[in-house]
């Protein structure tokens, strides 16, 4: 008998995540992974959730940026972690929209699974000061008496930023000549420097140094004005209807990791979202908090995979 029991312990911990669920979680310490450079939307929902994290679960959580492949490096170094330790802060541009346009080396529907949302932030329609507009109307009469001499600068290739230039560029039929970086921030520097001429960035990335003056804000790609922008209109409401874009971030860990675990991190990811000191730093950066049970955002996942690959398809979006 004694000898069966010992066959079934180490059976039992030779089982995926066993290892953790044999101790209490989390053993060491957390690291959660950024698929972009510090200073843009994700890095920002990551750190504000790091922050908090750290304290609840009594061992340091580090920010680990790995940009790069529009957000998916950070997502397939997960997937294929087995540490029990490592956390996503994902964002739509890698589970929603990368696995349509390129080749990934996981499956983001399987090797990965939702834990926690944390919340979604609009697209901006930015410009650097240089350029002489100040309205989108203005933007795209001057787009369309220089084809292909402005430029736009995304995060990446298959950004939400590369997804609703090239819906504007299908709604106003103005053509605009796409500049992928590795990150907002670099993309950013470029655009105050005028390097580039305009972006579709997020809120977070760029509400700093609109408010700081160093671009124009011309319109949010929201159904309706955010709160950080009252006096910027919608694109819908500049006469540029269809275009409306939003970022959306949440935790994701590897599928291996256990159900104990997954709902640890939720629960945890949770309080600190209802926390008032979290509330005031994801308003600072236009953010829309909405919280989801882990089935929710599952289901949520589910529908934006959908999505956005019908519309990729549909308007034949392509990898420059």
Known sequence: MKSLLATALIAALALPGAGVMAQEWPAKSVRILVGSAPGGGTDAMARAVADRLGPLLKQPVVVENRPGVSNTLAADVTAKSNDGHTLLMGVSTAHAIAPHLFKLGYDSNKDLVPVAFVGSVPNVLVVTNSVPVDSVASLVQLAKSKPGQLNYATSGAGSTQHIAAELFKDTTGVFITHIPYRGSSPALVDLIGGQVQMSFDTLPSVIGHIKGGKM???????????????????????????????????????????????????????????????????????????????????TFHNAEYQRFGELIRKKNIKID
């Open 216 to 298: 124009k804000a011309l319109a949010v790609a929201s159904l309706k004005r955010n709160p950080q922008l009252p006096n910027v209109p919608t694109l819908a409401e500049a006469g540029v209807k269809g275009v409306e874009m939003s970022a959306w971030y949440g935790i994701y860990m590897p599928a291996s990791t256990p159900k104990e675990v997954q709902q640890r991190v939720h629960d945890e990811v949770n309080k600190i979202l209802a926390m008032p000191e979290t509330k005031t730093r994801l308003d600072g950066i236009g953010a829309d908090v909405t919280p989801m049970t882990q089935a929710q955002f599952q």
